[in-house]
Antibody, heavy 116, light 112 residues
């Protein structure tokens, strides 16, 4: 069973960069798309984007100018960077594996708060 | 405001069947067979229940089924059980802009 573990700081200052890493265990990161999804009380679930194991990416148009996703196959990890954060970016951030039109394996989620 | 419209709440008694709707447009739900459904219990990550409109992942009970008609997708839970009480979200591929995936606002299912 594939397991995903999100790691990163839980507190980020406004205007700075949010950086998260998702480590995949129990399976290979190769030949899959991997998603980042966030959930906040005000905005519900929001798809941030996805990255393929080759590094190809697709981003939510509303976040595209601020988002970068990457993959490190040697470490079985993929990462999210979101720059110029504001309070509106406060949310629980999830990483997940893509299965066709769904996400079948999710990490436990990490609450990231944007505050000074 | 979410891109896909779901009822805020649905309730039913144990053993009954309930259906949750998810309404979009021809640019998302109506245009593609790329609709998925998630169950989320408090404090937990969402769990994939249905993908590609009507396919169940391995391990998901056959009491859960999905369908689509026009711009509306539906999730039906038959033989409702106490553990089915949770929030349910639909999601769809959309071409309203560039490649993107959108979610519904979620439906709280209460087992009476």
């Amino acid at each position: 069973q594939v397991q995903l573990q999100v790691s990163g700081p839980g507190l980020v200052k406004p205007s700075e960069t949010l950086s998260l890493t998702c480590t995949v265990s129990g399976g290979s990161i190769n030949n899959y798309y991997w998603s980042w999804i966030r959930q906040s009380a005000g905005r519900g679930l929001e798809w941030i984007g996805r990255v393929y194991s080759t590094g190809r990416t697709n981003y939510n148009p509303s976040l595209k100018t601020r988002v970068t996703m990457s993959v490190d196959t040697s470490k079985n990890q993929f990462s999210l960077r979101l720059n110029s954060v504001t309070a509106a970016d406060t949310a629980v951030y999830y990483c997940a594996r893509v299965k066709s039109s769904g996400n079948d394996n999710w990490g436990q989620g990490i609450l990231v708060t944007v505050s000074s | 405001q979410s891109a896909l419209t779901q009822p805020a709440s649905v309730s039913g008694s144990p053993g009954q069947s309930i259906t949750i709707s998810c309404t979009g447009t021809s640019s998302d739900v109506g245009g593609y067979y790329y609709v998925s459904w998630y169950q989320q219990h408090p404090g937990q990550a969402p769990k994939l229940m249905i993908y590609d409109v009507s396919n169940r992942p391995s391990g998901v009970s056959s009491r859960f089924s999905g369908s689509k008609s026009g711009n509306t997708a539906s999730l039906t839970i038959s033989g409702l059980q106490a553990e089915d009480e949770a929030d349910y979200y639909c999601s769809s591929y959309t071409t309203s802009s560039t490649l993107n995936w959108v979610f519904g606002g979620g439906t709280k299912v209460t087992v009476l």
